[in-house]
């Protein structure tokens, strides 16, 4: 597989809005334990530590589980907050309300492209997507294939990587933006939206694409894509002021992922179990679930490929900014930053032995 790209023109207005209405959600993040500054420490001094996560099939799922952080990190309070989509978690990174965030490499390009400039940094490759997100069409929309979408009502999470990797599918078969007309729904609106035929194809990632896979046909996977010279994978973010005030739990974190990645690899059936307790379906359907996606040993995670080791990032700097000029090209950005900026974002130090593997 080739190096990962990644998972509206934004206006300075459009970034000023969302920032506004990022208070609101910063608001409702901190409201257990108070005003919480980004870096860790509450208004009373208190140690706490605010995780985004999205309900997808991975080691993100083993470790709050399991509560691998909290055993890592018992003079922390761990606050998990779960989001629809990598747009709302650059919403939360925005008004400070995170301090670390499971997010997919499109949004993650967008974030560090200018209007929004969020000061993080990529420090864990979670996953690759592989069949895990996959484009679909309702069989009573007669479609089968891509060039048959023109003229059809698609939805998808706008700046999540599978809005991403269907621009690419849309472009690898010749057809604009314009051709068809694209939905912002998030993943559980869109089941519904299907279900009532609302729409007539979707790109999404599981759990929901697997209920849609039961009345749809399968157009194209992200594996696929990938193929095509525009893969996605789901990245670990963390604030660039946690990272400054405390690097000793950006390593603890990191090596409680790098345990939830391992036991999928070395442990499916406690994965399984793990994931499906979260997900709240049955340990067979999880593990499914988990077959689709593509997932790193230590060796493969700080290799030159993927996030590279201490003081030579590695491919998913390149492959971010490639994903930002496709990004411009396609106006969701207004421009692509400079290569130094995606290179500067991928925090390497202590790998590969900071993974504790």
Not at 162 to 175: E, I, K, P
Request: net charge negative.
């Amino acid at each position: 597989m080739s190096p990962i790209i990644s998972r509206s023109r934004h206006t300075r207005r459009a970034a000023l809005l969302a920032a506004t209405l990022a208070v609101g959600v910063g608001l409702s993040a901190c409201a257990s334990t108070g005003a919480t500054t980004s870096g860790g420490t509450a208004a009373d001094g208190s140690k706490v530590l605010r995780i985004a996560y999205q309900k997808f099939p991975s080691g993100d799922l083993v470790v709050k589980n399991q509560k691998l952080l909290e055993k890592a990190l018992p003079g922390w309070t761990i606050e998990w907050k779960a989001f629809d989509s990598g747009a709302s978690i650059n919403t939360a990174f925005i008004a400070k309300a995170v301090d670390i965030g499971a997010i997919g490499s499109s949004p993650v390009a967008r974030g560090l492209s200018a209007p929004l400039n969020i000061p993080y940094s990529v420090v864990y490759v979670l996953d690759v997507a592989g069949e895990n997100e996959a484009l679909v069409a309702r069989k009573d929309s007669g479609v089968t294939t891509l060039e048959g979408l023109k003229g059809k009502r698609i939805a998808t999470p706008f700046a999540s990587t599978s809005h991403y990797s269907l621009l690419a599918a849309l472009d690898h078969v010749g057809l604009k933006e314009s051709d068809v007309t694209l939905v912002d729904l998030q993943p559980q609106d869109i089941l519904a939206a299907w279900q009532r035929g609302d729409i007539d194809a979707t790109y999404v990632w599981l759990p929901v694409l697997d209920k849609l896979r039961e009345s749809g046909t399968q157009l194209v996977s992200s594996a696929e894509v990938a193929e095509w010279g525009k893969p996605t994978l789901d990245l670990g973010v963390v604030s660039n002021d946690l990272i400054a005030k405390h690097p000793e739990v950006v390593e603890a974190w990191r090596k409680a992922e790098a345990a939830g990645t391992a036991t999928i690899l070395n442990d499916p059936t406690a994965a399984a179990a793990a994931v499906a307790a979260e997900l709240e379906t049955t340990p067979e359907d999880a593990a499914s679930q988990l077959k689709q996606g593509v997932f790193l040993t230590p060796e493969e995670l700080t290799s030159a490929t993927w996030l590279g080791s201490d003081g030579a990032p590695g491919g998913v700097a390149a492959s971010l900014h490639d994903a930002a000029g496709f990004l411009a090209q396609q106006k969701k950005v207004p421009t692509a930053p400079a290569a130094d900026v995606f290179t500067k974002a991928v925090y390497t130090k202590g790998l590969p032995g900071a993974l504790g593997q």
